[in-house]
């Protein structure tokens, strides 16, 4: 058994494979609802705006997919979709359903278990950190032949991979085990 604070490290990589917390539920429940927040926010407002020579085009997350979509490419819009919203979106909303009943007194452990491991199976394939990395190297580039400004989603996408590190580094998924079958 841990003592409050104290950490579990793999002997070989060093690793932390658990932590006692008394918080990690409740910092990881506030995580994933800044998570799924930011999403919609990245999703509804403008992500940047392009200009040069007077014309001026203003671009949206969905407006990104939805130009692969009519330039023809329907595997790399669904891959994209999928990987930067869908799968974060669900992630998210299942740690918050999880974390909420494993915080409870009844946390109806058969559904609550399925939907964990769920979340924890979606974990490696949600890609904004990834999104945004390319992104961010696109305008380096693209900033020395146009004026760009950037839109609330950008900033939106940037508080998301920081909510998306927090949760990852504060959640303990034992304690949530733990909450789970309590």
């Known amino acids: 058994m841990l003592a409050e604070g104290e950490r579990s490290?793999?002997?070989r990589c060093g690793?932390?494979?658990a932590r006692r917390d008394s918080r990690s539920l409740e910092n990881a429940l506030a995580a994933a609802v800044a998570t799924l927040i930011l999403l919609i926010v990245s999703l509804s407002f403008p992500f940047l705006t392009v200009e040069r020579a007077g014309l001026s085009?203003?671009?949206?997350?969905?407006?990104a997919v939805w130009s692969?979509?009519?330039?023809?490419?329907?595997?790399?819009?669904a891959a994209c979709f999928l990987l930067i919203f869908a799968a974060p979106v669900l992630r998210a909303v299942l740690l918050i359903i999880v974390l909420h009943r494993a915080r409870g007194p009844d946390p109806s452990q058969g559904v609550s278990t399925r939907l964990f491991r769920l979340a924890r199976a979606?974990?490696?394939?949600?890609?904004?950190?990834?999104?945004?990395?390319?992104?961010?190297?696109?305008?380096?580039?693209?900033g020395k032949l146009a004026d760009i400004s950037i839109g609330p989603?950008?900033?939106?996408?940037?508080?998301?991979?920081?909510?998306?590190?927090?949760?990852?580094a504060t959640q303990c998924t034992h304690t949530t085990w733990k909450g789970l079958r309590s």
């Open 15 to 17: 690793t932390v494979i």
């Open 9 to 11: 490290r793999c002997g």
């Open 57 to 63: 085009n203003r671009i949206s997350v969905l407006d």
């Open 122 to 142: 979606l974990e490696p394939w949600g890609m904004a950190e990834i999104f945004l990395i390319g992104v961010i190297v696109s305008l380096v580039k693209v």
């Open 68 to 77: 692969l979509w009519t330039a023809g490419m329907p595997i790399v819009t």
């Open 153 to 168: 989603a950008f900033w939106g996408m940037c508080g998301l991979v920081g909510a998306l590190t927090f949760a990852q």
